[in-house]
């Protein structure tokens, strides 16, 4: 597995840095050799943040903590991501270390079937529009062609900080 460490305004001492950089590797045993782990260390006001992202093959790990220091807030990024992989880990065995995972047993979470399908035409809106119409709908995302972006498919959707994210695909 690689290893980038990325600072965003502030100073993180070494010694935390590699620290943290050897919780990670730890991690490795689920991951095959061409897995790239970014660790972002950053400032809120009082507390100090740790996030880590994870891409292997195509998945995607990320897991975000604030903690009083940059360990705990690197040890809680751990944790979530561990616990990412083990809630989903009989899907997740045939696209990273199987042998990580021991014996296979039956997966008891709830299987990622859709219980209910839904065709709808999608239309040419702007973000502002498109953000509109879902609130009328009352639905936390929806789905558009962003005529400010070439028609590109694209969905807005609502954030916990209680703001409005956008996702354009190409």
Do not use: W
Not at 67 to 82: H, L, N, R, V
Not at 85 to 106: D, M, V, Y
Not at 153 to 159: A, F, G, L, Q, T
């Amino acid at each position: 597995m690689t290893i980038k460490t990325i600072q965003i305004k502030c100073d993180v001492p070494q010694a935390e840095i590699d620290l943290a950089e050897k919780k990670v590797a730890k991690l490795d045993k689920f991951f095959r050799e061409d897995t790239t782990c970014e660790i972002r260390f950053s400032l809120s006001r009082v507390r100090k943040i740790a996030e880590i992202t994870l891409l292997s093959s195509s998945l995607v790990f990320r897991a975000e903590t604030e903690a009083s220091d940059f360990i705990s807030a690197a040890e809680g990024a751990i944790e979530g991501i561990e616990r990412q992989i083990r809630k989903n880990k009989t899907r997740l065995a045939k696209r990273l270390r199987s042998e990580a995972f021991g014996k296979a047993t039956p997966d008891t979470e709830s299987s990622y079937i859709p219980v209910r399908r839904k065709r709808f035409p999608i239309e040419a809106l702007t973000v502002e529009d498109a953000v509109m119409q879902m609130e009328l709908l009352g639905h936390s995302f929806f789905l558009f062609k962003n005529s400010e972006d070439g028609n590109l498919p694209s969905v807005v959707y609502k954030r916990d900080d209680g703001g409005y994210g956008l996702i354009i695909g190409e």
